[in-house]
Every structure is written in C-alpha cells, then in structure tokens.
C-alpha cells in the first residue's frame, strides 16, 4: 500500500512545488510582458492563424461543428503619455461604452504614464472596428490606436477543455500548451502545405449531457472536482470527456491555478475501490478458480498479517455466492476470490487489463498508476487489491479496462481523434487496435450478467432505466493519508454499459469528496440512470428487455 500512495504524495509534491513556479509560467508563458509584445506589433500587425487546422466535433450523423478555428479580433492600446487629464476623461466614458469596460478599469490604463505602450482590451469582436475608427477621430493620432491580429477562437468555450487545450504562448511563439493542441501541434500548424484539421470522436449530444450531469453532480453533492468518460467499448472511440474544475480556453490567462489545465482524466490517479471487483471476479472465473455458483461463509471480517479487513458498515453476509458478492459489493468475497486466484495470476490478469500501464490515448502527459503493491506478495496488499485498495489506475484506464468485459474480453486502445483532414483533400483515419484478448469472450459473458445484477438486484437500483438491461458496479473508495492509513474523505464512482448484451457505450463517472452522502450507489445511481436514458434516447436504441435472451451462464440464483 505505501508504494501506491507514493504516487499520491508525488502528486500532492507537484502541487505544491507547482506554486512555486507558477508565478513564473504565468508571466513568462501565459502573460508575456507588452513591452515585449510592442516591439512585436504596429497599428496593423497580424498574428498569422491563417494555416493553423480547425478542430471539430461531431453529431450522430456525422454532421461537423467546430470546437477550434481562428478568427480575426481587434486590440485597442493606448500611449498614456499623449493623453491629458480632459482627453483621459473623455476616452475613458467613450471607450467604455462600446467596450462594456467600467470607466475606473480604463482610467487605471490611463494613468500609468510611465508606459507608451497600454493595451486597453484584447479580442474585441472585429464587428467593433468601424465604431473605434470613429470614435478615434477626436484623440490623436499617437494615443490610442486598433491592432488587428488572427487568434485561436473556441466558440463552444468551456465545452471539452481539458480535451481541446488550447494555444498559449512559447517565449515569443504561439503554440498548443496542453490537450489536443499539444498532442497535435505539428499536425495542426504544419507551416509548409497547411495544418491539417482534426475531427474528434467526441459527439456533440453526449459531451454536452456529460457536462451537465458533472455539473449536477458537482453542485448536489458539494465536490471540489470529478469527472465523466464516455467510450465505444468496440473500438475505443471517446465520445464525450468532461471534467470539474474547468476553464474557458478563450480566456485561459484568467485562470488563476494552473493546476486546472491538468486533465484527471489522464493525469490524476486514485484508489479505485470496489469498481476493482469485476477485475478480481473476472480473474477468478478466467482461470476456473472460481465460478459464479461458488459459495463461502462470511463472517464479515477477514485478518491478513495483522489488519482487518471488514466489510463496508461491518456487515455480516453469512453464506454467499460470487453473483452476490457483487451485487452486495462484500469485501471478504473480493478477498476470498482473490486468493483463490493466486497473486501472481492476478497480477498477470491486472496487467492484461492494462493495470499499471498508460492506456496510448492521444492525448499529453497520460499517466500509468501503480500496481507495484502486487509485487511485495504480502497477503495483506493482495487481499486489498481485490476490492481497489493499495493500487492506483486514472479514469481512463479504468474505463478501458471495463471496456474490455463489455467488448467480448478484448481490450481496446482508447482514442478521441477519428480523422485528419488534410488540405489537400486527404484523409488520415485512425483505425481500431485491439491490445489484446484480456479474458474469453465466455468469461466476458458472464461477468456482464453478473453486473445486469448488480443493477438488477444489488445496491446499485437506483442506476436502473425501465427497459433495458443495464451493466454496471459502484465503487466508494477510501482516499490515502499521505502520513499513513486513511482519510475520511472518500471518491464515488460508478461505471456502466448499455445495453448490457450489446453496448453501444460505456460511462464512468467519478466524484471526488462528496459531501452529506455515504455510498455512490446513492450519490451518482440515480444521476446516472437519467444520463444513460437521455443517451439511449440520442441513438434511438429501442429497450432490450425480453427481446434479448440473457446468456446462458447458469446465473441462476438459488
């Protein structure tokens, strides 16, 4: 477990080492200084856009629309120097009416005498440009004046951030700092021939549902941040990614942590929990260790070199079979599984579900989590691991890796570029790559009816949508002390796949210290029901109840 927790302990470092440069990045990357920037620019100075490649998201119809491009806008300046007192007083009330700038912002430009270069206010829609030139006419010449210069634009703004980036500045040099701009930069601004444009597996419908329910979530349950993934479990196309806190790439300078550019999707990892049984289960059933129908006694704890595990509320189950330790989430049931399977079988299993690796997404600064607990062969860090306890993963590669049961057993690399458009007319479409067979299709078929219960039967009802067959698995994970043991703060998860026996997607969703709420089976099922039904909906996938026959995996419970 302390080899797990490390990764939170560098990260919590990163953070705050962070503070210490941040003041740095901002005023040399973020705000390069204007005494820079004029020796750069004349009244008609031009930022050069033009051949930079636009970005786009799609609709179900493959209808495209544009999440980046560039536009023209306008940046007035000022040379305080040539302005007196009475003309000051004038610009000031001018300025601000057609700029909806307050009058003080303004006279605080004015005031600085010491500069001969003051921008006033930059990316003013270009439609402004005739009414300055008039309201120009009555200063002179050499106080205030209009630059007219290409910029990135994100006219959905907020939408997809953390996916998109955004174009910052390098020293002098316009280039993607994070996001797609970055994984990107040299396909979209290839200087010769023309970037090429980017379109995105991203689905306009499903990205915007997903923000609203983070949205929701966030507001409800008073979290300081999380984050939902929405994925083709056939080909591994991300069809939305959203994540809380967020930011505006318009106006990315105004962010006042620069933490927030991070993408937890890719980039933050955590203790999963019990969204770590389906793994465990699988493994077990993969091998032949155990089966669905294999029972044992709990007695609501377990003890391995030392520690205590225990049930989640110290319950008490008595005997039980493997269906039901996943509908009821029972820890000793991880435990009595994992054991069976062996330490390093499950180990080879979590690798193969591609555990402690980086998934491949196209997309920067992806991290592997940390499974390395596994090594120590300690029956205490395997008995924990079997309920997501002592290892770490991000978002992303869980979502993956659950793909994988609801694929068939095939594992998937994720993706969120579909096609390049290059301006000759070109294409360049990424393709699907399967990694590997993680388990057989037979166990595949069998842990997805398993987790039809979950939500069927187990504590996860409230995830239910009339009509169809949900799969799905709640987790409530404790978070680390960095000094040792555990929080009281815990992260909620819940991830899901519909229709089960044949999905057309796969969600997770993740909620960092909810508030006044205990288990996620109460914090985000309910949500997640309404968020699956609006998407089932979207595609127009017809209920699948009684139209399809469950698998025949002798599910039956006696």
Same mark, same amino acid.
């Given at each position: ?16 080492? /962070? ?57 007035? =300046?000022?040379?305080?120097l040539k302005i007196g007192s009475e003309k000051g007083r004038l610009l000031s ?12 912002? *303004? ?19 270009? !439609? ?33 951030a953390h996916a998109l980036g955004f174009v910052g500045f390098s020293g002098n ?36 549902? &997903? ?6 979530? *966030? ?17 591994? &196309? ?8 967020? @930011? ?51 007695? /609501?704890?377990?003890?391995? $070199? ?10 008490? =189950? ?5 269906? !039901?330790?996943?509908? @009821? ?16 079988? =499950? ?7 591609? @555990? ?9 600064? !992806? ?41 068939? /057993? ?5 993706? %969120? ?59 409530? &994970? ?34 960092? !210290?909810?508030?006044? %709420? ?9 949500? @997640? ?7 089932? $909906?979207?595609? $127009? ?18």
């Open positions: 477990m302390k080899r797990a927790r490390l990764i939170v302990l560098v990260f919590i470092f990163f953070l705050s080492g /962070g503070a210490i440069i941040a003041r740095l990045f901002f005023i040399q990357i973020l705000h390069p200084s204007l005494s820079e920037r004029s020796g750069q620019m004349t009244q008609n100075s031009v930022q050069d856009f033009s051949k930079r490649g636009d970005i786009f998201i799609q609709d179900k119809d493959g209808n495209l629309y544009i999440l980046a491009t560039k536009k023209e806008f306008l940046r007035v =300046f000022i040379n305080p009330e001018k300025l601000s009416g057609i700029l909806s700038i307050p009058q003080d912002v *303004i006279d605080a430009h004015i005031a600085k005498k010491e500069n001969t270069y003051e921008v006033i206010a930059d990316k003013i829609d270009i !439609e402004k440009k005739q009414k300055l030139k008039d309201m120009f006419k009555v200063f002179p010449s050499d106080a205030i004046g209009i630059e007219e210069y290409q910029d990135r634009f994100y006219p959905y703004g907020q939408m997809a040099e316009r280039e993607g700092l994070y996001g797609l701009e970055k994984y990107y930069e040299n396909v979209l601004a290839q200087k010769e021939d023309g970037g090429a444009s980017l379109v995105l597996s991203l689905d306009l419908t499903v990205q915007s549902q &997903a923000e609203k329910l983070l949205g929701e979530l *966030i507001k409800r349950w008073s979290s300081p941040s999380g984050s939902v993934i929405v994925m083709r479990p056939q080909d591994g &196309a991300i069809l939305a990614m959203a994540a809380y806190p967020t @930011f505006d790439p318009n106006s990315y300078s105004k962010v006042d942590n620069i933490s927030t550019f991070i993408n937890p999707v890719i980039q933050s990892v955590f203790e999963p929990g019990s969204i770590m049984k389906p793994f465990t289960l699988s493994s077990g059933i993969d091998t032949g260790a155990i089966t669905p129908q294999t029972t044992y006694i709990d007695t /609501g704890a377990v003890q391995r $070199n030392g520690y205590t595990i225990s049930n989640a509320g110290h319950r008490v =189950f008595g005997k039980r079979n493997m269906i !039901e330790v996943l509908q @009821f989430s029972i820890n000793t049931g991880a435990v009595f599984a994992v054991e069976k399977v062996g330490g390093e079988r =499950f180990l080879h299993y979590l690798e193969d579900f591609g @555990f402690g690796a980086k998934t491949g997404v196209d997309l920067p600064g !992806e991290v592997s989590g940390d499974i390395t607990n596994l090594d120590s062969k300690r029956a205490i860090n395997l008995a924990t691991a079997a309920f997501g306890q002592g290892i770490s993963a991000t978002p992303i590669q869980i979502l993956t890796a659950l793909s994988a049961i609801a694929n068939g /057993g095939k594992l998937m690399k994720p993706f %969120i570029v579909e096609r390049k458009l290059y301006p000759n007319g070109d294409q360049d479409i990424t393709r699907k790559q399967i990694v590997r067979q993680s388990i057989s299709a037979q166990t595949s078929a069998k842990l997805t009816a398993m987790m039809v219960e979950v939500i069927e039967k187990g504590y996860s009802k409230k995830a239910r949508v009339p009509g169809y067959s949900i799969a799905g698995k709640s987790g409530t &994970a404790q978070i680390p002390d960095p000094k040792g043991g555990y929080l009281d703060q815990t992260i909620h998860s819940f991830v899901g796949f519909a229709p089960a026996y044949n999905p057309a997607f796969i969600v997770l969703v993740k909620l960092d !210290e909810p508030l006044g %709420i205990r288990f996620a089976s109460d914090s985000i099922a309910p949500y @997640f029901s309404g968020f699956i039904q609006s998407i089932l $909906n979207y595609y $127009n996938i017809p209920p699948d109840k009684n139209a399809n026959a469950i698998p025949d995996s002798n599910l039956t419970i006696p």
